[in-house]
């Protein structure tokens, strides 16, 4: 049959054995199948009719033959639209053929992630919201074609749900309306990839200069390993990820049942306690909850009381967890909502015998994340929420986590990015602890006499820091996620002493001023001819070479902008000389021009022309917005100061791991879960768990190899009964492996078997 696709014309046949190879070079794959199960969208359903196009022509691929077509072509790269879905259908249906072969020598292409990979270049989203990756959306958005999915076929029933009536059909008993709409979606499947694939080249290619960018050779070598934009490793870990969903984990529900219970128990008792106070959670409670903190606040005038920019008192966790041993009410109320949360966010979500989790492959950052029903990558350590799961009958969890990974990539990244001379990896190389190392710095104390609390100190410091956090950030962080209460000196010597024991840190963290002026200028269009011109100041246009230079972003007038956007008396750095009320007003007009973008609590100060820091940062913020690469050649689009930093590091670990995960999951392994740099796998109890562990470890470590080249990766491991740390670990002789088993209240904490290369 003949297939007209924008004004071109394409013949397709039904494939035999006895056709052979019939496609020339990299060709599109489609696969249409049997429903899938709304209950259970894991399962995979089953392949009812495949079509591939290679430009030229195309053929249709029964069911009996998909076997023998892909040996035929086994030489060739296929290209798919969500290629972790296809895949998984092709290997069902021909489980002879090794279809992930394609996959391990970099000669699969998935259209859904590389139109991902390139908005994430070009507009710094991920393109992951209803709609936004489907592939009649990339046929409209790339070339420009109308892929209709409301087809019906002469019955008036939908073509696209209608496949499975022709499980075992051959093609020529198939309507050809029905191949007609499979046809059209593998050609554009194969259009897509290559306006995808240019646009990915031209991308990079005009991306030089882009902070974390290192040389052309470099990029090159990366896109020839990891693919544009690093596509093969996001490909890598969608499969796995795909798979880790439909293995799931296993829930007790002997144990749930009397958490759930505990949990409403608790919960019901501190809203009843919560009522003596006059508060009750739910509808008007935020009214409630200001009047009671104002009541307190008045009674309670040496204690720190923090407001938002409408005057209201603050009730975010943080400044609430700070008030809570001043104020019981406040104990109370933070008590409440954390068994609340841990009872309707987790453990009632927990009614089925095993939990699917569902994954993205791709955030903006480079990790993954969990979303639908339960964020299996967020769930808490405490409130035995974990222990709900366990591995099936006559299995245990091994749990293999990297150790301070990002600390890791942070130190590579410092010497083979920016070319620094890095004290962070001299001490990874030395097998050093880098909390302690830290705190030795900061108390003056030798290593060996550094104390658990103020080792604990230093932990929050070591990884908020290298995302540039502020001061006040950083003790909230250091309160919220570790527990760690610090006073303003401490933060501020701690801050100083992590300097001081990572120089290299002061160059990375450099605010790159006139980097930062020129996008002030540029966004705000200060440029010397423009200044010249509003003001009748030509002191900029004398300084220029030539006329076309007098149009570019001015960098000493970007800088002007911040200065008058922050300061009532802004005076020149040179002679301390006061800004002309020329200059002012110029100025004043032009940070005007980006009032809507500003965040509601600044554009007055704007309108009113009120400088101030918090406007001054706004209009920062917003100007700053730049690119930045990871050290695997993915670039991140239209990210502030803070991103820049937390990408290069954050990044490059996520794509180690994702590259563990799938050595992980081709080398036969049952992995339940992935939490960004750890992972759960389910091994039988009477296997050598060592020997397990050891695999797992030597493929994590391979797999994070792969980008971090020169500093030694760790990884510590554990058996466990249960999905739970918190428990005291016994010794198996007949193993040599240390198994977790429930902790004993008041029971000294455990250690972890360890290996490193």
């Given at each position: 049959?003949?297939i007209v696709f ?8 039904p494939w035999k054995p006895?056709?052979g190879?019939?496609?020339?070079r990299t ?7 049997t429903l899938?199960e709304?209950?259970?969208?894991w399962v995979t359903?089953?392949?009812v009719?495949?079509?591939?196009f290679?430009?030229?022509q ?8 998909v076997g ?5 072509h ?10 972790p ?9 021909a489980?002879k053929?090794d279809i ?10 998935d ?8 908005t ?5 989203g ?16 790339y070339l420009?074609f ?12 939908s073509v696209?749900l209608g496949?499975g009536?022709?499980?075992n059909?051959r093609?020529?008993k198939i309507p050809?309306?029905?191949l007609?709409y ?6 554009a499947t194969l259009r897509?990839?290559?306006v ?5 080249a ?13 040389s052309?050779?470099?990029?090159r070598?990366q896109?020839?390993?990891h693919?544009?934009?690093t ?5 890598k870990?969608?499969?796995?990820l795909?798979?880790i969903?439909?293995?799931?984990l296993?829930v ?8 759930a219970?505990e949990?409403?128990t608790?919960?019901?008792?501190l809203?009843?306690?919560l ?7 739910g509808?008007?409670?935020?009214k409630?909850l ?10 309670l005038p040496?204690?720190q009381?923090?407001?938002t ?8 966790k943080d400044v609430?967890?700070?008030l ?10 933070l008590k ?9 966010t987790?453990v009632?979500k927990?009614?089925t015998?095993t939990?699917h989790p ?6 903006r950052?480079?990790r993954t994340?969990s ?5 299996v ?7 035995k929420v974990?222990?709900?799961f366990v591995?099936g ?9 990297y150790?301070t990974?990002e600390l ?8 083979t990015?920016?070319?620094?001379e ?10 050093q ?6 705190a030795?710095q900061?108390?003056?104390?030798p ?8 080792r604990?100190k ?5 990884f908020?820091?290298?995302g540039?956090?502020?001061?006040t950030?950083?003790r909230a ?5 570790y527990?760690v209460?610090?006073s303003?000196?401490?933060v501020?010597t701690?801050?100083d002493?992590w300097?001081?024991?990572f120089p290299e ?10 980097v930062?002026w020129?996008?002030v ?5 200060l440029?010397t001819?423009?200044?010249?011109a509003?003001?009748?100041n030509d ?5 220029t070479?030539n006329?076309?230079e007098?149009n570019?972003?001015n ?7 911040l ?6 008396a802004p ?6 000389q006061p800004?002309?009320?020329e ?5 004043w007009?032009?940070?005007d021009?980006v009032?809507?973008q500003l965040p509601?609590?600044?554009r007055g100060?704007?309108?009113k ?8 940062s706004a209009?920062?913020?917003?100007c700053d917005?730049?690119?930045?690469f ?12 803070c991103?820049?930093?937390n990408?290069v590091f ?10 563990a ?5 081709r080398a ?6 992935f939490i ?6 389910e091994?039988?109890?009477?296997a050598?768990l060592?020997a397990?562990a050891?695999l797992?470890?030597?493929?994590m470590?391979d797999?994070?190899k792969?980008v971090?080249p020169?500093?030694p990766?760790?990884?510590?491991y554990a058996?466990m009964r249960r999905?739970?740390?918190?428990a005291e ?7 040599r492996?240390?198994?977790w088993?429930?902790?004993p209240k ?9 290996a490193?290369?």
């Open positions: 049959m003949e924008k004004n071109n014309t394409y013949p397709f046949k006895a056709d190879r019939v496609m020339t060709f599109a794959f489609d696969t249409e199948t899938i709304d209950a259970r969208p359903p089953a392949y009719l495949g079509a591939a290679d430009g030229k195309g053929v249709f691929v029964p069911r009996d033959h023998e077509f892909f040996a035929a086994d030489d060739l790269s296929v290209v798919a639209h969500n290629a879905f296809d895949l998984k259908v092709i290997q069902q249906v489980p053929f992930y072969k394609l996959v391990d020598e970099n000669r699969a292409w259209t859904l992630l590389l139109h991902q990979l390139l994430l270049g070009t507009t710094g991920i393109a992951a919201g209803k709609g936004q990756a489907t592939l009649e959306h990339i046929a409209k958005m420009g109308e892929l209709s999915k409301d087809v019906t076929d002469a019955a008036g029933n696209r496949y009536k022709f499980l059909e093609p020529d050809p309306v029905y007609q499979l046809a059209l979606d593998v050609i897509a990839y290559v995808l694939r240019r646009r990915l031209n991308l990079l290619k005009a991306s030089t200069g882009t902070y974390g960018y290192v052309r050779k470099r990029l070598n896109v020839q390993q693919g544009p934009q596509h093969h490793i996001q490909l870990a969608a499969v796995a795909s798979a969903s439909a293995t799931g296993n007790d529900q002997n144990r749930r049942g009397p958490l219970i949990l409403s608790e919960a019901e008792r809203k009843t306690d009522a003596t106070h006059g508060y009750l959670p509808k008007g409670s935020d409630a200001q009047a009671i903190l104002s009541r307190y606040a008045r009674g040496n204690v009381w923090r407001r920019k409408t005057g209201k008192l603050a009730t975010g609430l967890a700070d809570a041993a001043h104020v019981p009410f406040v104990d109370l109320l409440y909502k954390a068994v609340s949360k841990l009872k309707v987790f009632d927990l009614t015998a939990v569902r994954f993205r492959t791709l955030t950052s480079g994340s979303y639908g029903g339960l964020n990558q967020n769930l808490p350590r405490e409130g974990r222990e709900c591995p009958p006559g299995c245990v969890y091994l749990a293999a986590d150790s990974i890791v990539t942070l130190a590579q990244a410092c010497e990015q920016f070319g620094l890095s004290k962070m990896a001299g001490a990874i190389r030395e097998g602890d880098l909390h302690k190392l830290v030795a900061v108390t003056g104390k290593l060996a006499d550094v104390t658990k609390a103020e604990s230093a932990k929050p410091i070591n908020g820091k290298p540039g956090m502020g001061l950030t950083l962080y250091a309160k919220v996620n527990g209460d610090l303003e000196d401490e501020a701690m801050s002493g300097f001081d024991t840190m002061r160059a990375f963290l450099a605010d790159e001023h006139e930062v020129t996008r200028a540029q966004v705000l269009g440029t001819a423009d200044h010249a509003k003001t009748g002191r900029f246009l004398r300084r070479q006329a076309h007098a570019r972003p960098e000493y007038l970007g800088a002007m902008a200065k008058v956007a922050g300061d009532p005076k020149r750095s040179r002679d301390k800004y002309s009320p200059d002012i007003a110029y100025l007009e032009k940070l021009t009032k809507k509601e609590v600044v100060a704007l309108v022309r009120e400088p101030s820091y918090q406007l001054r209009v920062r913020s917003f917005r730049a690119g930045v990871t050290l695997t050649g993915r670039l991140r689009a239209q990210t502030g100061y991103e820049r930093h990408t954050q990044g490059l670990a996520a794509d180690g791991a994702k590259i995960m799938w050595k992980l999951w036969g392994l049952r992995v339940v879960n960004h740099d750890e992972f759960i796998v091994v039988p109890e009477d050598n060592t397990s050891e797992i470890k030597t493929l470590i797999g994070m792969e971090v020169t500093l990766v760790k990884v510590e058996a999905w739970s740390k918190g670990p016994v010794f198996d002789e007949q193993k492996l240390l198994v088993e429930p902790k008041n029971s000294p904490a455990p250690t972890v078997h360890s490193s290369m």
